[in-house]
């Protein structure tokens, strides 16, 4: 019984080019995998939530527990020890650990540099520190229980395991049967590609060239994961960004009449809401409050896609340009 872990990122997910939710689903189809073992975040928001299924790759659950409550004593703790002289230097010694880590994986990386016994010797580092600084426990959200616990659910177990990239060092060392994928001749491929187009579609930066982001989302017809619809709407945005509702809304109109079959599950909340903003701009009252109904309506929409939604019955949205 053999476990293949492959590192998770989470959210930022979104801002590695070569190790993106499309990047997560060319290893496991390089790896034969019809299903994975889900041993990482529970957010229902997470990234690989909506990609895996699209590429009907199945998500086996059951092997994380709800850790929220370390969350809380952590947060007590750390209340507590910054209340003193020597508890304020343990939480700067601990958070320098926590700064220098995140620094390392928000630097673009492949999956080689990922899986890189330089990467997983700073994330043993980066744990090793916290835990001198704050002890077991409390301060480190009780993570040495939360590992053992869930190297015992995984115990018996064989497949590909979706894990933190700062959890692998120790499920490595307690799992004898896991070790991370051959990565021999892999190289990322169009589904690593377009999800990467799309991800950096959605979050536009003031140095962009504009033009040339339209130009590649128009040029492609997109796949299963990251599907045209998705990147009409990402277009969408990017028009929206810089005041041409008409432009916008006509993208969002037809990335809403495409959305059938088997869609990544978010993409109906993130594009009717847009959508719902668009028409809101544009004085279309009710058929904007209609469309935030909708998003409301659906069987899931992410929070982000929610809360537009309520806040736009709420106050009907307007749009703020920058000034030029």
Same mark, same amino acid.
């Given at each position: 019984?053999?476990?293949?872990? @492959?590192?998770?990122?989470?959210? @930022?997910?979104? @801002? =590695?080019?070569?190790?993106?939710?499309?990047?997560? !689903? *060319?290893?496991?189809?390089?790896? $034969?995998?019809?299903?994975? +073992?889900?041993?990482?975040?529970?957010?229902? &928001?997470?990234? #690989?939530?909506?990609?895996?299924?699209?590429?009907?790759?199945?998500?086996?659950? $059951?092997?994380?527990?709800?850790?929220?409550?370390?969350?809380?004593? =952590?947060?007590? #703790?750390?209340?507590?020890?910054?209340?003193?002289?020597? $508890?304020?230097?343990?939480?700067?010694?601990?958070?320098?650990?926590?700064?220098?880590?995140?620094?390392?994986?928000?630097?673009?990386?492949?999956?080689?540099?990922?899986?890189?016994?330089? !990467?997983?010797? %700073?994330?043993?580092?980066?744990?090793?520190?916290?835990?001198?600084?704050? &002890?077991?426990?409390?301060?480190?959200?009780?993570?040495?229980?939360?590992?053992?616990?869930?190297?015992?659910?995984?115990?018996?177990?064989?497949?590909?395991?979706?894990?933190?990239?700062? &959890?692998?060092?120790?499920?490595?060392? #307690?799992?004898?049967?896991?070790?991370?994928?051959?990565?021999?001749?892999?190289?990322?491929?169009?589904?690593?590609?377009?999800?990467?187009?799309?991800?950096?579609?959605?979050? +536009?930066?003031?140095?962009?060239?504009?033009?040339?982001?339209?130009?590649?989302?128009?040029?492609?017809?997109?796949?299963?994961?990251?599907?045209?619809?998705?990147?009409?709407?990402?277009?969408?945005?990017?028009?929206?960004?810089? $005041?041409?509702?008409?432009?916008?809304?006509?993208?969002? *109109?037809?990335?809403?009449?495409?959305?059938?079959?088997? !869609?990544?599950?978010?993409?109906?909340?993130?594009?009717? %809401?847009?959508?719902?903003?668009?028409?809101?701009?544009?004085?279309?009252?009710?058929?904007?409050?209609?469309?935030?109904? %909708?998003?409301? %309506?659906?069987? =899931?929409?992410?929070?982000?896609?929610?809360?537009?939604?309520?806040?736009?019955?709420?106050?009907?949205?307007? +749009?703020?340009?920058?000034?030029?």
């Amino acid at each position: 019984m053999t476990l293949t872990l @492959l590192p998770d990122l989470g959210d @930022l997910l979104r @801002l =590695h080019p070569q190790y993106n939710a499309g990047t997560v !689903v *060319e290893l496991l189809r390089r790896l $034969g995998a019809a299903e994975v +073992l889900w041993a990482s975040d529970l957010d229902p &928001d997470h990234p #690989l939530r909506d990609a895996l299924p699209a590429a009907r790759i199945a998500i086996r659950d $059951g092997f994380t527990a709800d850790w929220a409550w370390a969350e809380t004593e =952590h947060g007590q #703790l750390q209340g507590f020890l910054s209340q003193y002289p020597q $508890g304020r230097e343990r939480l700067r010694e601990a958070a320098g650990a926590e700064r220098d880590f995140a620094a390392l994986v928000t630097t673009p990386m492949t999956a080689f540099q990922l899986m890189s016994a330089e !990467v997983l010797d %700073a994330a043993r580092a980066y744990h090793t520190a916290t835990q001198a600084a704050l &002890d077991e426990g409390p301060g480190t959200h009780w993570r040495e229980k939360r590992l053992s616990e869930l190297a015992a659910r995984l115990a018996g177990q064989s497949g590909a395991v979706i894990a933190p990239l700062d &959890d692998l060092p120790g499920l490595l060392d #307690l799992l004898p049967d896991a070790h991370l994928p051959d990565l021999t001749g892999f190289a990322p491929g169009e589904t690593s590609r377009l999800r990467a187009l799309a991800d950096r579609a959605w979050q +536009l930066r003031e140095d962009d060239d504009l033009n040339a982001l339209l130009a590649a989302l128009d040029r492609e017809t997109g796949d299963a994961v990251t599907p045209g619809a998705e990147l009409a709407a990402a277009a969408a945005g990017i028009y929206l960004a810089v $005041g041409d509702l008409a432009a916008a809304r006509a993208l969002l *109109e037809r990335a809403a009449h495409a959305l059938q079959g088997d !869609v990544p599950r978010s993409l109906a909340g993130l594009t009717l %809401a847009r959508l719902g903003q668009v028409r809101d701009a544009q004085w279309d009252r009710d058929l904007a409050t209609r469309t935030y109904r %909708a998003v409301l %309506a659906l069987n =899931h929409a992410p929070a982000v896609a929610r809360s537009a939604a309520e806040a736009g019955l709420q106050d009907p949205f307007t +749009l703020e340009l920058p000034p030029e």
